[in-house]
């Protein structure tokens, strides 16, 4: 059974690219979060705020990106994305989409 995601492209305060996320991702749905990442090309700010779950397939799509991506990270997801390593490559902001 799929996991609900919900993708939502836009633009940020600062004119980038900003794709919105808000459910859970995991490995039912990270073909459609990979597809979003590679439909925007150059920076990409990925507000992560509404997630409520990630596992490490879903990591794994960030890896692939992770040169050209800002995150906002809910306070939940913080500490995955520490562990993981993720947040060494990535900018990682707390809570606020302003902030990308």
């Known amino acids: 059974m799929t996991t609900p995601l919900t993708l939502t492209p836009g633009v940020g305060p600062d004119g980038a690219a900003l794709l919105t996320v808000a459910g859970e991702i995991d490995m039912s749905n990270t073909g459609a979060l990979a597809a979003a990442l590679d439909r925007t090309p150059g ?58």
């Open 43 to 100: 920076p990409l700010v990925l507000d992560l705020t509404s997630v409520d779950y990630l596992d490490s397939a879903g990591l794994s799509v960030l890896f692939d990106h992770a040169e050209r991506i800002t995150l906002i990270a809910n306070p939940l997801l913080t500490p995955v994305l520490t562990v993981s390593g993720l947040a060494g490559l990535a900018t990682v902001h707390d809570g606020d989409p302003g902030l990308g």
